[in-house]
């Protein structure tokens, strides 16, 4: 529920969180007097309604940095919020066009747009926060995106101070729990930011997971002919025989890349490789010998035979996980998306400096491995070590283990599961500051 009225912002003169000479700034008393910025006052004076009693208005704000897992993440958050807990949910986003990717009905030149019932304002700016400031009783800044400094001022305003979360990025490791929800203290307003660190074990805020998510999975799985009918229209041919193994592989430009399609070329049993265009498509070209490997490309060498996929819209991707026996997926999204499809995968994280990013990697493996045979355990870690700069993969050997993989994928989705989902927890826990 949005307390305060709407205003137009040019009476709005709050001063700012950048230094006053930074900006010339009507004194937020004087802002507050002038008759124009009247409605300022408003939820000053406005009754005081329990905002459990009417829906929860929620913003959330997303910076692409680069990729799509940014606003991947933010957007199936969002759709969440609306669809599973009727929240009123308004993402601001900076980059449309990532966006689009992966949410194809968004117009790119619309300031702001209603897509299944949330808000997408436009957020061109760092300073922007729409043609009014309407402070919501959730403001979600993801990914520690910095909010418009206007907004933060008018959140000190507002009667109830909204619960200000900040959802920061996935790890695995352990020092995660210790850190979340731990509130940090505005340094001139009196908010209070809360950290909401989303997680893989307990005392974490968990992963997003939709409540539909198991039962479409299942229907996906028993019905032959969606997953006769999702091959034609993903490939443009039937499935392959049994003996095949699938791979799907989402991922960064990785040297690795050449040696595995040599061992899937070289492999005693045929592998068909489902690749969505993108960052990996120019290995696969060079692999091919083709000038590129555009979406709709299928191309064949020994007992491989490859497909390039049309990048699909977010609700999508999973019956490409659910189609395949492997799963080859990277940064934090597809991740996730991956430990719930159940099936072996191989994760491509997303590269840091100074290798900074094999700690969170190792952190995943240690929960995801925890209860393998250890000849799996570390084939698993060789390979994704491999998959990750260090080493050469060895596909034999990742196959060798298949069975005991696909065993404990399954057992893992479960044991995630008890983490409880994202936004299930994260709305729990902004319910039980607006009582
Ligand atoms: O695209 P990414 O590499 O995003 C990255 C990571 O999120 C990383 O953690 C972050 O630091 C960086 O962005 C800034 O990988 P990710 O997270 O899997 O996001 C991809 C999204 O794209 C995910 O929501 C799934 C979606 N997707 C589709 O919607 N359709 C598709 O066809 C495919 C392949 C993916």
Same mark, same amino acid.
């Given at each position: 529920m949005r307390l305060d009225r709407p205003f137009p912002l040019a009476t709005q003169a709050i001063m700012s969180d950048a230094s006053p000479a930074a900006e010339p700034a009507t004194p937020l008393s004087a802002a507050l007097s002038s008759p124009l910025s009247s409605p300022l006052s408003s939820p000053l004076s406005s009754p005081l309604s @329990? #905002?459990? @009693?009417s829906p929860i208005a929620c913003d959330i704000f997303c910076a692409v940095i680069d990729n799509f897992g940014d606003i991947g993440v933010c957007w199936r958050l969002a759709r969440q919020l609306a669809g599973e807990h009727d929240w009123q949910v308004r993402v601001f986003v900076d980059d449309l066009h990532a966006f689009q990717k992966l949410c194809p009905s968004l117009e790119l030149d619309r300031a702001r747009q209603t897509v299944e019932g949330i808000v997408v304002e436009h957020w061109h700016a760092p300073t922007h926060a729409g043609d009014t400031i309407e402070v919501a009783d959730v403001v979600i800044e993801a990914f520690g995106c910095e909010l418009p400094p206007i907004y933060v001022a008018a959140m000190a305003q507002r009667e109830r101070a909204p619960v200000w979360l900040n959802l920061e990025y996935l790890s695995a490791e352990d020092w995660v729990a210790d850190f979340h929800l731990r509130p940090s203290p505005h340094p001139r307003f009196a908010l209070t930011k809360t950290f909401f660190f989303p997680g893989l074990g307990p005392g974490t805020g968990g992963v997003l997971k939709e409540q539909q998510l198991d039962a479409d999975h299942a229907a996906f799985d028993d019905s032959p002919s969606a997953r006769e009918t999702w091959w034609l229209q993903a490939t443009g041919r039937p499935a392959p025989p049994a003996t095949a193994t699938v791979v799907s592989l989402f991922a960064y430009?990785? #040297?690795a890349v050449d040696s595995l399609l040599e061992q899937w070329r070289d492999s005693a049993d045929p592998i068909v490789l489902l690749a969505p265009e993108g960052r990996i498509s120019g290995a696969l070209a060079r692999f091919f010998d083709l000038p590129s490997f555009a979406a709709g490309a299928c191309a064949e060498r020994g007992n491989l035979t490859a497909h390039s996929l049309a990048f699909t819209e977010q609700s999508g991707y999973d019956a490409l996980l659910w189609a395949s026996d492997v799963n080859f997926v990277r940064g934090e999204d597809s991740f996730v998306r991956a430990q719930w499809a159940a099936k072996p995968f191989v994760w491509h994280i997303y590269p840091q400096a100074d290798d900074a990013h094999l700690p969170k990697l190792d952190a995943a493996l240690a929960h995801y491995g925890s209860t393998l045979p250890a000849a799996a355990n570390d084939a698993l870690a060789r390979f994704w070590h491999a998959w990750n700069g260090v080493g050469q993969p060895d596909w034999a050997e990742f196959q060798r283990h298949r069975e005991a993989l696909q065993t404990r994928a399954v057992e893992w989705a479960a044991e995630l599961a008890h983490v409880g989902d994202l936004a299930g927890n994260l709305a729990s826990f902004a319910k039980s500051q607006l009582k």
């Open positions: @329990s #905002p459990l @009693s430009e990785n #040297p």
